[in-house]
């Protein structure tokens, strides 16, 4: 009872006293913080007092951070936060070899997807932080963001141009801007890089570098490709970091030239839009051109200028521009390969086997199934080539369009006029044989390969220009279409649709093809996504250019369920501007998912859906009727009046007799395209003579004009 009496006393006097206790432990806790941030400061400040500025140690310590002196414990920069904006994943492969680079510095460095960052917050946290924001971001179809970055674009732009957001929103934001573009795509070149440039710096952003651009458009990339205008600002921007990192307060105005920053305490406009297009709007322009301006020209000048005149001064100085460019190109200047060395890895692993600097060949799945004696494609259905025999190739692997449907997710290089070095036909030729003839060869002893299929593959009787790209802007298409007739191969030639002048060029070839993919001007740029400003005018005269031709041409449509197949009226007239002698109506063909296309299987139409629409488009065409079908393609051809078959009828035949379209020989007759060759040599193979024979149940029914040795010696009597 005494110890437990003693032990409540003690108790109770604690809890009565408990005011005294707690303020002992207080002074306790303060009195030992106190002493520990003393004893750290003198010892650091006794070891900055006995370093040797000189010596290795010194100089460990003096770059700490990888770039940043500890003076004062200050750390002029935390780390970099790099937000890249990507369709089609080249912005997000740069922002991670940027990341790699940092990394290298010894700085904290964060890889952002634009479509998964909240700005609001998020860039007003940047504000404060010491980060350095890298934003790397691509332009797409009309000069819009990426989809994943279409959000984050789009608050900036209110942001910027809210009268209710302060405009140092963002001041001590930190940040370089570095643009994705083709300048192919004169009025959208670079327009997000360039706008989200100007936004950040309407919200007080501090630039650390100028803005740069890097441009897949090989033939005016500054650096020879967009990979290369990438690692050249990699470099700058790096250089400039370190330095950044080592206290430099200096900020850049945008007006840097010739490496030399000539920025002066005060931040300016942008001051370069200029030098690539005139897409922002005019009073943008009037900005740049007044910015760069006054300070180019020499001695400065407070000279105004008419706001009505500043329309022709920005057209001299497009035109300058583009004569200078010409001057330059006479003189001699190197033409640059098309096939850049990250392009020529990406089509190497599409199963492209290249040529020379821009053309190429690649084994068909149809040609594989037919060395197995198996069906051939719709061409073999429709016209009788052999699959397994045919040579799908391009002389060109660029193109003036982006289509959504592109089998090849725009790994190609895209153009609207030639600018890169070129190979010659002979070379080509011999090269697309010899590589062809060798991917054939790899199927000797493969299982189900018949070898009397294989024998005859080696030797090409047909050539199918529709690889990829538009064969049609090769220079010398007319030479190797020449060389492939002389070679005993057919030739069925595909164009876009963008070169009419081209195409009324064009000497004649086996077949002469033209995708018509849409029947309006708004519905072709959302689905072909053309380089020209003018590609409707194109689009129709190339239209009529195809009617003009002597020879046998198609159109060939290409149906994307939700985008194209209420447009029957629209193509009838289309049909009727350029006379087809065929029109082939095909599905699309769905490829896999692209961030470069937004196309998924619900676009594709059922056979069935594409039976209707060509039943429902053949009441439109009265000249026209439904000749064949190739279900697994997903196909139908629609054949003109003018092409007889004997026994079915003006245009209505079945697959079985569909091989008369190429004047084979058969128990029914055979089909010649030009009564007006007989006994003349064919320009397709001189060596044949054409022989026709006209449709007894149609004599004097106009004849198709001779356009291909099909109709002579080729292919042998079955």
Not at 133 to 150: H, I, N, W
Not at 219 to 244: N, Y
Not at 435 to 448: E, T
Request: glycine share 8%; aromatic share 10%.
């Amino acid at each position: 009872m005494d110890m437990w009496s003693y032990f409540y006393t003690c108790l109770v006097s604690v809890w009565l006293h408990r005011f005294y206790v707690y303020s002992a432990v207080a002074f306790g806790i303060s009195l030992w913080i106190v002493i520990q941030f003393t004893t750290t400061r003198t010892k650091r400040k006794g070891e900055k007092s006995h370093r040797n500025p000189s010596s290795p140690e010194g100089t460990s310590d003096k770059l700490g951070n990888g770039c940043a002196p500890h003076q004062a414990q200050e750390v002029h920069v935390a780390g970099v936060k790099i937000f890249y904006g990507s369709q089609t994943g080249t912005a997000k492969r740069f922002a991670k070899v940027l990341a790699e680079a940092v990394t290298s510095l010894n700085l904290h460095v964060e890889v952002i997807n634009m479509g998964d960052y909240d700005p609001e917050d998020g860039l007003a946290e940047e504000t404060s932080s010491r980060n350095i924001c890298v934003f790397l971001v691509a332009t797409y179809t009309e000069g819009q963001p990426p989809e994943s970055a279409a959000w984050f674009c789009k608050w900036l732009e209110e942001a910027a141009n809210d009268f209710r957001v302060g405009k140092s929103f963002l001041q001590g934001l930190r940040y370089a801007v570095f643009g994705l573009g083709n300048s192919a795509y004169v009025d959208h070149y670079n327009t997000v890089g360039r706008r989200m440039d100007r936004w950040l710096w309407m919200l007080s952003a501090s630039r650390i570098m100028t803005r740069a651009e890097g441009d897949s458009n090989v033939a005016q990339s500054k650096h020879g490709s967009i990979e290369a205008d990438f690692e050249a600002w990699k470099a700058e921007f790096l250089t400039r970091l370190q330095a950044l990192c080592r206290g430099e307060k200096k900020p850049c105005s945008g007006k840097c030239k010739k490496g030399k920053c000539k920025s002066s305490g005060k931040q300016s406009k942008e001051s370069s839009d200029h030098e690539h297009g005139t897409s922002e709007q005019e009073n943008t322009e009037a900005e740049e051109f007044f910015e760069t301006s006054s300070e180019e020209e020499a001695g400065g000048t407070d000279s105004v200028v008419d706001v009505e005149d500043l329309g022709n001064v920005m057209g001299y100085m497009k035109k300058a521009k583009r004569e200078q460019e010409l001057q330059e190109g006479a003189a001699g200047a190197e033409r640059r390969e098309m096939i850049t060395p990250a392009l020529r890895e990406a089509l190497t692993k599409q199963g492209y086997k290249l040529i020379g600097s821009h053309s190429g060949v690649k084994l068909c799945r149809w040609t594989k199934s037919m060395l197995r004696g198996r069906g051939g494609c719709y061409k073999h259905t429709f016209y009788g080539i052999e699959s397994h025999r045919c040579m799908e190739a391009t002389p060109s692997l660029a193109c003036a369009n982006k289509c959504v449907f592109c089998w090849r997710h725009h790994t190609n290089p895209v153009g609207t006029e030639w600018r890169w070095k070129m190979d010659q036909p002979e070379l080509i030729l011999q090269e697309a044989l010899e590589k062809h003839q060798n991917m054939i060869r790899q199927f000797k002893g493969v299982s189900g390969v018949k070898a009397a299929r294989l024998e005859e593959a080696l030797a090409v009787k047909h050539c199918a220009l529709s690889l990829v790209g538009e064969p049609i802007m090769y220079p010398h298409i007319n030479s190797f279409v020449r060389l492939l007739h002389q070679h005993g191969i057919s030739t069925f030639l595909v164009t876009n649709a963008q070169f009419p002048e081209e195409i009324r060029r064009l000497e004649p070839v086996t077949q002469l093809y033209v995708s018509v993919d849409a029947s309006t001007k708004e519905s072709l740029r959302r689905i072909d996504r053309p380089l020209f400003k003018d590609f409707w005018q194109r689009f129709l005269d190339s239209l009529k250019a195809l009617a003009e031709k002597q020879q046998r041409t198609v159109y060939r449509l290409t149906l994307v369920k939700a985008w194209n197949v209420d447009e029957l009226k629209a193509y009838a007239d289309l049909i009727s501007l350029g006379k087809p002698d065929f029109i082939e109506v095909k599905g699309v063909t769905y490829c896999g998912e692209s961030s470069a296309s937004s196309l998924t299987m619900a676009n594709v139409p059922w056979h069935g859906e594409v039976v209707s629409f060509v039943r429902e488009l053949a009441r439109l065409l009265p000249d026209y009727g439904i000749a064949c079908e190739h279900e697994h393609s997903n196909c139908l051809l629609l054949a003109h009046s003018k092409v007889s078959l004997p026994g079915e009828g003006t245009a209505a035949f079945s697959a079985s007799n569909s091989l008369l379209l190429l004047g084979w020989k058969s128990p029914l007759g055979s089909l010649c395209a030009a009564q007006q060759c007989q006994g003349h040599p064919c320009p397709m193979c001189p060596s044949a003579t054409c022989t026709p024979v006209l449709n007894p149940s149609r004599d004097g029914a106009p004849p198709l004009p001779c356009a291909a040795h099909f109709h002579c010696s080729w292919p042998p009597d079955r």
